[in-house]
């Protein structure tokens, strides 16, 4: 007799109709309201964002200044769309 695969897929845990990939995701996307993330992975990922929050912040405060749009002296040129006539 063959072992079964450790596994950390929900739908092999779930035993519902014949036990197939296809009618979990069926069940899954009629009751979505009995379908909830484990609390484990939901910490995990809100740690992940506030990391990821922090790197972006650091990043952002390391980074370089730089004018994209710099104050414009005089006030001529084409960019302006005034008429000159």
Same mark, same amino acid.
């Given at each position: ?20 990939? !296809?009618?979990? !995701? ?18 995990? !990922?809100?740690?992940?964002? !506030? ?35």
């Amino acid at each position: 007799m063959t072992r079964r695969k450790k596994t950390r897929s929900l739908a092999d845990k779930v035993q519902i109709r014949t036990g197939r990939r !296809k009618d979990y !995701k069926k069940w899954r996307h009629e009751n979505p309201d009995q379908v909830v993330s484990s609390t484990r992975y939901t910490q995990k !990922k809100r740690q992940q964002r !506030k990391l990821q929050a922090a790197r972006k912040q650091a990043r952002q405060e390391a980074g370089q200044e730089i004018a994209i749009h710099p104050e414009r002296e005089g006030g001529e040129g084409p960019e302006q769309g005034g008429t000159s006539s």
